[in-house]
Nanobody, 123 residues
Framework: QVQLVESGGGLVQAGGSLRLSCAAS????????MGWFRQAPGKEREFVAAIRRSGSTYSASPVKGRFSISRDNAKNTVYLQMNSLKPEDTAVYYC?????????????????WGQGTQVTVSS
């Protein structure tokens, strides 16, 4: 497993942008697939985006075209660039990692999780 620490959350107006970062410990970051999930109050954890070791990326339909995931293996960091934010994007955002990724959109596929960072989008 790997230790993950998210940052970059906050309060933003609708239409604004935020960039979340997730810093990972260890020297084998490049061997991990990474994902972002979110959870709003009273709702289940929801897939947002994922990036494989190869760099292939996936995004959930609600965020496609607005959010993008990227990674910098030299900095052991994965990013989630969020543009055109909407109030329905309000949630706690979690970073996740796994060495062998199966179903990228299933949170049960990941075995390491960060503590989460709050994103609040006001209307």
């Amino acid at each position: 497993q790997v230790q993950l620490v998210e940052s970059g959350g906050g309060l933003v107006q609708a239409g604004g942008s935020l960039r979340l970062s997730c810093a990972a410990s260890g020297r084998t970051f490049s061997s991990y697939a990474m994902g972002w999930f979110r959870q709003a109050p009273g709702k289940e954890r929801e897939f947002v985006a994922a990036i494989r070791r190869s760099g292939s990326t996936y995004s959930a339909s609600p965020v496609k075209g607005r959010f993008s995931i990227s990674r910098d293996n030299a900095k052991n960091t994965v990013y989630l660039q969020m543009n055109s934010l909407k109030p329905e994007d309000t949630a706690v955002y979690y970073c996740a990692a796994v060495s062998r990724l199966a179903a990228y959109s299933n949170y049960k596929s990941y075995d390491s999780w960060g503590q989460g960072t709050q994103v609040t989008v006001s209307s």
